[in-house]
């Protein structure tokens, strides 16, 4: 009885390790990607903002699908920048948007810009009908292990440090807004292009 009772308690010690390593290997890759975000040489390049969307869709389809969300695209204007740079920018915002869906109704994602105004640059939205961010985490939610919900699917809490890095190297900004179980939407720019 002995040997099995300790036998027990090890494989739950072997389990707690593993899970323990996991998340601090997830932890040190997300401090290399935000390092990465501030410090590699973007590409300067005209962006099909659509395709980027439409590629980053059909690869979360079974996550928005399993969530029996809907996806809603507007047109969306070309922007001057890094691809996989402006790519990160939308999977980040769209994945988060899939993590905040509120129980028992449907989940709905919109992706949408406004036109561009003369020299102004178009403003990019990804919107959703989630759950809305606490009004304790809004001041610092660009901030690195900020965690608005708990549950399946929680990352380590640097994806919105990351996205804001990004779009301040291609010379924009971003904002949100967000209303408590209305959703959020979260506005960017990327007025600049991509700079070194």
């Not at 590629?55 to 070309?78: Q, W």
């Amino acid at each position: 009885k002995a040997s099995m009772l300790l036998s027990r308690d090890l494989a739950e010690s072997v389990t707690f390790m593993r899970t323990a390593v996991q998340h601090l290997a997830n932890i040190i890759d997300g401090l290399l990607r935000l390092s990465r975000a501030g410090r590699v040489e973007y590409r300067s390049e005209d962006v099909d903002v659509a395709a980027v969307v439409n590629e980053i869709l059909a690869s979360m389809h079974a996550t928005i699908t399993g969530a029996k969300a809907t996806v809603i695209v507007d047109p969306l204007p070309r922007a001057r920048g890094d691809r996989n740079a402006i790519a990160q920018v939308f999977a980040n915002l769209i994945g988060n948007s899939a993590k905040s869906f509120a129980p028992g109704r449907p989940g709905r994602i919109k992706v949408s810009a406004s036109a561009p105004v003369g020299s102004a640059p178009p403003v990019y939205c990804v919107t959703d009908n989630g759950i809305g961010i606490p009004e304790a985490y809004r001041p610092k939610i660009f901030q690195v292990f900020q965690h608005v919900h708990d549950g399946p699917g929680r990352g380590e809490g640097m994806g919105l440090a990351i996205v804001r890095r990004i779009v301040e190297r291609h010379g924009g900004r971003i904002s949100f807004e967000s209303r408590s179980n209305e959703g959020t939407p979260f506005f960017f720019t990327l007025s600049a292009g991509a700079s070194a």
